[in-house]
């Protein structure tokens, strides 16, 4: 059915300008959050935690149904881009904290951008393309295989090589040794596996790979938020995220990560409505 949808709304956008398919997108978002009550429910719990415990539940579920529709607009984005001009996107989209990315680049050993589910990062990294950084992304291979071959061949032509997060490894440490911008999404709920963190007031468990990549390969680490204002975009850069060694790298890994998580956790907390994680994030067993 994804599939079928992305291949419709990828010929209707042919015809049609994006504040249409936006138009469409806010209309839809509350039907897509009704037919799907699995990704709904962990939506709610999810907005819940980050509004906190005096959040009165009609507030959460109003701030759901926006977050279905800007999930719609993120959607509707990534499939004009590839007909857009970079040019013209290039003047609705602000960076705050560009500095530090060239900081990272000038040191010649590459940089780890940890991002989350949040506004629209596939953009912040054409944009990033455009300016002419060489960016690579770690993506999830998405089902069904046909669908993840449309989505990925999308973000390889805005300039994004797309590196499979399940046998990518290789092709990780050759961008970073390549001196290339890494985006890596951190917010991918773990059980068992993982580094534990907090995350709004509660633990969690988060992949550690960006860390370990980045101890590794001697590479800056960043996090960043691109968040949709109206009809604007801004990304928003930490500064450098280094740890001093201590010479416990499980330990120097954790905090890393934990720097990453609490400084998304701040630009989450401006924008509830546009982090989109369907999945639960604080599992019962962290």
Known sequence: MIYWAHLIGSF????????????????LGPLVAACW?????????????????????TEVSRRVREMF????????????????????????????????????????????????????????????????????????????LRWNERVQR????????????????????????????LGVLIDRPLVKEGVPVRFFDAMTRVPEGAARLAMRTGAGVVAVGVVRRGRRFVAHVSPLLDVEPSGDRARDAQELTQRAVDWLESVIRQHPDQWFMFRDMWPKEA
């Open 69 to 144: 529709r800007n999930y719609g607009k993120y959607v509707v984005d990534l499939l004009w881009m590839p007909r857009a001009s970079l040019h013209d996107l290039e003047r609705n989209f602000h960076i705050v904290g560009l500095d530090h990315v060239e900081q990272a680049i000038n040191r010649g050993n590459g940089l780890v951008m940890v991002t989350a589910h949040l506004g629209n990062s596939d953009l912040g990294a054409a944009i990033l393309a455009h300016k002419g950084f060489a960016v690579s992304a770690i993506v999830e291979t998405l089902r069904p």
């Open 154 to 181: 999308i973000r390889e032509q805005v300039g994004v090589q797309a590196i499979p997060l399940e046998d990518g490894a290789r092709d990780m440490f050759a961008a970073l040794r390549a001196n290339h911008i």
């Open 37 to 57: 009550p699995g990704q709904y429910r962990s939506a709610w719990e999810n907005m819940a935690r980050v509004l906190g415990p005096s959040a009165d539940p």
């Open 12 to 27: 209707l956008l042919r015809f049609v300008p994006p504040r249409v398919g936006y138009l469409v997108a806010s209309v």
